[in-house]
T-cell receptor
Framework: DAGVIQSPRHEVTEMGQEVTLRCKPI?????LFWYRQTMMRGLELLIY????????DSGMPEDRFSAKMPNASFSTLKIQPSEPRDSAVYFC??????????FGPGTRLLVL | AQSVTQLGSHVSVSEGALVLLRCNYS??????LFWYVQYPNQGLQLLLK??????LVKGINGFEAEFKKSETSFHLTKPSAHMSDAAEYFC?????????????FGTGTRLQVTL
């Protein structure tokens, strides 16, 4: 298995632009999680899905952030408009019945 | 509610020395406990996990951890450090609900290994 795939790996954009991060979970996993990692706040769970349905989005910072999972093999995290304080590494993770979450390599976002 | 406390944001050991990374948790229900490792510019990789059963859990790369309910601890150890162990280590807890659920992470401990 290729593991969790994220794209792009690096993104540099200007403030105000729309940013879309993509994630392909491990085939057969029912759960998908989006995390954000910063020096100041550490690892934060933003949102997670079960069977493509959002279960808990209480970690989404504000309305500028949105996440979708149109099918079992694809999810997006969108930031519109982006701000410099959104600069972080964004991780996607997926999990099956046995609980263990497997993480992707992350997308390093820099908003100028 | 659940939380994780990792004592020591930075730990430095000599190559060949014992590695001990501390983790204490708080959980209102029986927890699942995890240790993940993050190498520079990479994602998190599972080292080991405790769900139920044997309280001493062995993981990859020679690491192990012991679940001590009375101390609410899940410390990570390795008898002999190797240079390749230098990384950041995260302890995490989730609720034992039988299905995948939210992980709450500690703030991480950066392990430095010196010659």
């Amino acid at each position: 298995d290729a593991g969790v795939i994220q794209s792009p790996r690096h993104e540099v954009t200007e403030m105000g632009q729309e940013v879309t991060l993509r994630c392909k979970p491990i085939s057969g996993h029912d759960y998908l999680f989006w995390y954000r990692q910063t020096m100041m706040r550490g690892l934060e769970l933003l949102i997670y899905f079960n069977n493509n349905v959002p279960i808990d989005d209480s970690g989404m910072p504000e309305d500028r952030f949105s996440a979708k999972m149109p099918n079992a093999s694809f999810s997006t995290l969108k930031i519109q408009p982006s701000e410099p304080r959104d600069s972080a590494v964004y991780f996607c993770a997926s999990a099956g019945f046995q609980e263990t979450q497997y993480f992707g390599p992350g997308t390093r976002l820099l908003v100028l | 509610a659940q939380s994780v406390t990792q004592l020591g944001s930075h730990v430095s050991v000599s190559e060949g020395a014992l590695v001990l990374l501390r983790c204490n948790y708080s959980s209102s229900v029986p927890p699942y406990l995890f240790w993940y490792v993050q190498y520079p510019n990479q994602g998190l990789q599972l080292l080991l996990k405790y769900t139920t059963g044997a309280t001493l859990v062995k993981g990859i790369n020679g690491f192990e951890a012991e679940f001590k309910k009375s101390e609410t601890s899940f410390h990570l150890t390795k008898p002999s450090a190797h240079m390749s162990d230098a990384a950041e280590y995260f302890c995490a807890v989730s609720q034992n609900t039988g299905t995948a659920s939210k992980l709450t992470f500690g703030t991480g401990t950066r392990l430095q290994v010196t010659l």
